[in-house]
């Protein structure tokens, strides 16, 4: 490849633009631990730095899943075909070739057994013209898949470098990201665990201090959940805790986060919430739990739950998760006292 002297010029600047890009993309991408907003990002920098205006991310959905698929957040594509069909098995000759290349492919270029792979066909419906392989640690973890570009012709060698080393960024993040979640969640059912819970409330409530906002905390506890263990068997109650959890993650707010306090106790933290929209959450919650039916080896059980809310004090809950935790304990416990399948805020006459 030769150049003119103001071409050359041009060629290494947009070399060095497309540098500093990639750093501060670099930072971006390792600033956060948030798996959704990793992904959100990566394709809209993707769609920002190429002229594309479709876009899709493929992942293992697990981080030892046998197949990559798609995910949820894409630009442009309509994936008409079931969700099963897009699905590459991680052992496929696809993704043992893109073990293999440091570089995007065309899909136009793959070659036999590649091409005849079954979800190559729905790949190449889907309109897909470029992929880049996302890797972590040697392996391939994910896909970005992109469009033609919207003036046409082909991607420019310099968009594909670019969009490659996207991805070798883009991949240590969304691993990183998969090992904090895999340290802060609970494996049964998929909410944050206690760790976690104490170290973001402590968060929440200095956020609640330092801004003046107001911050609720709910504390929720299965009614007579020992009754399913010992009448049903554990296998029972596990299922019983996976339903009650499902409802948390499916009622809690974009800013509220649920977590698992320790057995069948869960809580809800609510940054910026005050005490009626707490309970008209709280009660939305138990509403729902109590019209729910979990099936378990052809039984039906029905369940309930109690729930406690306290409200953060400046003056009781600046130096301690302690305090605000035990109101919100007291006020289950007079619900368990009053009869179970109840919301009630914490008051000072509960002691």
Do not use: W
Request: charge should be negative.
């Amino acid at each position: 490849m030769s150049f003119s002297f103001p071409e050359e010029i041009q060629h290494y600047e947009k070399k060095i633009y497309d540098q500093r890009q990639l750093i501060e993309i670099s930072r971006a991408l390792n600033s956060t631990l948030d798996y959704n907003y990793l992904i959100q990002a990566i394709l809209d920098i993707c769609l920002a730095q190429v002229q594309t205006m479709q876009a899709a991310l493929f992942l293992t959905p697990e981080m030892d899943s046998d197949f990559i698929g798609p995910v949820d957040s894409f630009r442009g594509f309509a994936f008409l075909r079931p969700e099963e069909e897009y699905r590459i098995p991680v052992q496929s000759p696809l993704v043992q070739l893109l073990e293999t290349t440091n570089k995007t492919i065309k899909l136009v270029d793959l070659e036999e057994p590649v091409a005849s792979q079954k979800p190559m066909q729905a790949l190449r419906e889907l309109g897909v013209e470029l992929m880049v392989p996302l890797k972590a640690k040697g392996k391939v973890i994910g896909l970005i898949l992109l469009g033609e570009k919207a003036v046409g012709g082909d991607y420019p060698d310099s968009e594909k470098g670019f969009l490659f080393d996207l991805a070798s960024l883009g991949g240590i993040a969304v691993e990183n990201a998969r090992l904090y979640e895999r340290a802060t969640v609970d494996m049964m059912t998929s909410l944050k665990n206690h760790a976690y819970f104490q170290s973001r409330f402590r968060e929440e409530r200095d956020k609640a201090l330092k801004r003046k906002l107001p911050l609720a905390l709910l504390l929720t506890d299965v009614d007579k959940f020992k009754n399913f263990n010992d009448t049903h068997g554990h296998q029972a109650g596990d299922e019983v805790l996976k339903h009650v959890a499902r409802v948390l993650i499916d009622s809690a707010r974009r800013t509220d986060f649920a977590a698992r306090y320790g057995g069948e106790e869960f809580c809800v933290v609510m940054p910026g919430a005050d005490e009626k929209t707490a309970r008209d959450l709280a009660e939305h919650i138990r509403t729902t739990v109590e019209s729910m039916v979990v099936n378990h080896e052809g039984k039906e059980m029905k369940v309930t739950m109690s729930i406690g809310i306290s409200i953060f004090d400046p003056e009781l809950d600046a130096r301690s998760n302690k305090t605000m935790i035990e109101r919100s304990d007291k006020a289950l416990y007079a619900c368990k006292h009053g009869g179970r399948n109840q919301v009630r805020s914490y008051s000072p006459d509960m002691g």
